[in-house]
């Protein structure tokens, strides 16, 4: 019928948008507008439409499109979202000005978009420097929306006024207010901000002293009051202060902050943290309990990336390969952009090669080494690795690159360069190239600061075998 024919065409184009294939999705759109320019999903359509041009970074097109849409559809379902993402394209334009226009234009029937579209003109004034702005935004927020969960947030953006004009007096008042005000509302997760910030606001050793005795009194005077998530923030926060100085103390404070919080609204910092310190105690069971809850309570939380990662790692040395690939995957699908992309790459790779599927692996490694912001280390490490995957293929000719990118480019870590240097010459060995390997080896006994590894031992020796096969002089 023609009606199921329209529900086909717009959750076709739906489909595509979700599954983030937005120039397809427009498209399909644009002919479901065409076929039914008054049907049942034409506004939705103009919309997502709009939406995935935003998503694709076309921000002239999304801004075009997004002021059609609430041109003629001002009280649709999506306004308020239309609103959010013209504002968000307005400024991404420089635009800052008209971005805030449309974003007061956000109605407060919706809640948690009025809070976001508050907090999306708040930032605008942080980019345009105008710090008594964002203070009197952040202010009438807290005045108007004094129940909302997002009030500490707005508190640490006043204390951030008062840091940007040098009071920082002004700035502790401010947090210390908040955090004994709401401290104790585990849901408001903004409080572990205010807390973060806390330390820059102390400086110097003496001034750091007050603010770990401070922290303790509190922690000291919330459980004995009952008050488990003021406890459990404040003992989490004198680990953050405490993991460099006494590591073992620190340890012992977060596992402490996990057993007091109510995991089902804990930030979610607190349970990761937790896990790293059950891990770090060698109670893989307690740290995946910590992350299984983290991700049942967050699932879209920022910090799924650890616990992706975790979870994985923890699978991986109990033997559960095969679960622990599928954490592996889901930290590619959903945290590729993690800092922890390089770590995790190098991880799931061995796990691959660890079941005999070295191209599986290979490809893991050559993705890895694409992502801007993987670490350096974990570059070097991962060159090393596909060097060699390629030498357990028996293929020494596609290794030999690796290994020398690693001398060329990674001095940093000499025992990498070491190990480069070394499976560099034993391929050329391989390749019957006894001249390469000797020139390799000798390289590597040259270079003073590699003279402690064991590499340059194991490179004597293969150099001397080889010139007394085939001579000193080459060949």
Not at 17 to 34: I, P, Q
Not at 44 to 69: K, Q, W
Not at 129 to 149: G, V, Y
Not at 228 to 253: G, I, V
Request: hydrophobic fraction near 45%; aromatic fraction near 8%.
């Amino acid at each position: 019928s023609a009606e199921v024919a329209e529900l086909t065409w717009y959750w076709t184009g739906m489909a595509h948008s979700l599954a983030k294939e937005h120039e397809k999705a427009r498209e399909v759109l644009a002919d479901y507008l065409k076929k039914h320019p008054d049907g049942r999903f034409a506004g939705e359509a103009l919309y997502r439409r709009a939406y995935c041009a935003h998503a694709l970074r076309d921000y002239p097109t999304g801004i075009r499109e997004l002021r059609a849409f609430l041109a003629e559809h001002a009280d649709h379902a999506r306004a308020n979202e239309a609103r959010i993402l013209l504002g968000d394209a307005l400024m991404a334009t420089g635009e800052i000005d008209k971005g805030i226009v449309a974003l007061r234009g956000v109605t407060a029937q919706e809640p948690r978009l009025f809070e976001e579209a508050v907090f999306k003109v708040g930032r605008a004034f942080r980019l345009q420097e105008r710090p008594d702005l964002l203070r009197a935004e952040m202010e009438r927020f807290i005045k108007e929306r004094p129940a909302s969960a997002r009030v500490p947030e707005a508190v640490y953006w006043i204390g951030w006024t008062w840091r940007q004009t040098d009071q920082p007096e002004l700035a502790i008042e401010t947090y210390w207010q908040a955090i004994r005000a709401h401290g104790d509302a585990p849901e408001r997760h903004a409080v572990e901000d205010l807390l973060m910030a806390l330390p820059k606001l102390y400086a110097g050793a003496e001034r750091r002293a007050e603010l770990e005795a401070l922290l303790a009194r509190l922690q000291a005077e919330a459980e004995t009051a009952g008050r488990n998530a003021m406890a459990a923030r404040t003992a989490w926060m004198r680990a953050r202060l405490r993991e460099k100085s006494a590591p073992e103390e620190a340890r012992a404070l977060r596992i402490r902050a996990a057993e007091l919080c109510d995991v089902s609204r804990a930030h979610p910092l607190i349970l990761a943290d937790a896990a790293d310190a059950h891990l770090d105690a060698g109670d893989p069971a307690a740290a995946e309990r910590a992350l299984r809850e983290l991700l049942r309570w967050n699932p879209n939380t920022v910090l799924r990336d650890r616990a992706f990662a975790g979870l994985g790692r923890i699978a991986a040395d109990a033997g559960r390969s095969a679960e622990a690939l599928e954490w592996f995957d889901r930290f590619e699908r959903e945290a590729s952009g993690s800092p922890m992309a390089g770590r995790v790459a190098l991880a799931r790779a061995a796990l691959l090669r660890s079941g005999g599927r070295e191209e599986e692996a290979a490809g893991t490694l050559e993705k890895m080494l694409a992502i801007r912001g993987v670490p350096a280390a974990e570059k070097a490490r991962g060159l090393l690795e596909l060097g060699e995957v390629r030498m357990a293929q028996g293929k020494p000719r596609l290794a030999v690159p690796y290994f020398q990118r690693i001398y060329v480019m990674y001095g940093r870590w000499p025992d990498l360069v070491a190990r480069a240097y070394l499976r560099s010459g034993e391929a050329f060995e391989k390749l019957a190239d006894s001249e390469a390997a000797r020139n390799t080896y000798r390289e590597l006994l040259a270079r003073e600061d590699l003279a402690g590894f064991d590499e340059v031992r194991v490179a004597k020796e293969r150099l001397a075998r080889l010139e007394s096969a085939g001579g000193k002089g080459g060949g």
